[in-house]
């Protein structure tokens, strides 16, 4: 197991009694599964958003056509959501700051190796 602490090695958590302690918080990657995604569809319910990544593929012979091809589904309650929310927003002020806006409507371009 790949132990890992997240933020701070120990957090304050409330308790039902209005009271805090401190938790300790373990991150085992051993069965994470990276992928790859340049596109997503959210959609949502009442409880629940969900998020499904993938590719956006051309169609051969077809300019006009691409097809999203879903790769992972994150399925989040609407608490989890706004933490992920939060969390991007915090990562992509921070990337901005250090390497300038970035535009989403644009293509990035294809790194050349020296």
């Known amino acids: 197991m ?3 602490t997240a933020g701070t090695p120990e957090s ?3 308790n039902p009694g209005g009271a805090t302690r401190e938790v300790k918080l373990r991150i085992d990657e051993s069965e ?4 790859y995604a340049n596109t997503i569809r959210s959609y949502s319910t009442q409880d629940e958003v969900f998020l499904d990544f993938g590719m956006n593929l051309p169609v051969p012979g077809k300019p006009d056509e691409i097809i999203f ?3 992972q ?3 989040l309650n ?3 959501a706004k933490r992920l929310a939060l969390s991007l927003s915090n990562i992509i002020r921070q990337h901005e700051e250090r390497f300038g ?3 989403p409507q644009t293509q990035p ?3 050349t190796g020296n």
């Open 73 to 75: 589904q994150a399925v």
């Open 69 to 71: 091809r879903v790769k």
């Open 2 to 4: 790949a132990e890992q």
């Open 101 to 103: 806006e970035i535009d």
């Open 109 to 111: 371009e294809p790194k």
């Open 32 to 35: 994470m599964d990276s992928s």
């Open 12 to 14: 304050s958590t409330p």
């Open 78 to 80: 609407w608490r989890t």
